[in-house]
């Protein structure tokens, strides 16, 4: 499957912003889908994760409360709308795909798809 992610831009501290993440495999329901981000000298991030279905959702404490995670099957997407922005929230964000895990959801190695990523400022 090939990812395609877009929507990221500059935003001022407080703001919000959706990133999205488009899949070209039709049958996308046999993804397991995730967001990790990576800023400049720093390891990529784990951010947010959503099972097949929808049913299971998983954040990074760092988000939670902020980020929400979501899919729509019918289009083949995924999305992550950011709220109450910071600064130190700016990195590349990409989307990831995997059809199973024999790990952590939180774990890089566990996808086997990427996405080329987008970039998101946050400015103080």
């Known amino acids: 499957v090939q990812l395609q992610a877009s929507g990221g831009g500059l935003v001022q501290a407080g703001g919000s912003l959706r990133v999205s993440c488009a899949a070209s495999d039709p049958i996308f329901t046999r993804y397991l889908m995730a967001w990790f981000r990576q800023a400049p000298g720093k390891e990529r991030e784990f951010v947010a994760a959503?099972?097949?279905?929808?049913?299971?959702?998983y954040y990074a404490d760092s988000v939670r409360g902020r980020f929400t995670i979501s899919r729509d099957s019918a289009k083949n997407a995924v999305y992550l709308q950011m709220n109450s922005l910071k600064p130190e929230d700016t990195a590349v964000y990409h989307c990831?795909?995997?059809?199973?895990?024999?790990?952590?959801?939180?774990?890089?190695?566990?996808?086997?798809?990427w996405g080329q990523g987008t970039q998101v400022t946050v400015s103080s």
């Open positions: 990831a795909a995997t059809h199973f895990l024999s790990g952590s959801y939180s774990d890089p190695p566990q996808y086997d798809f």
């Open positions: 959503i099972s097949k279905s929808g049913g299971e959702i």
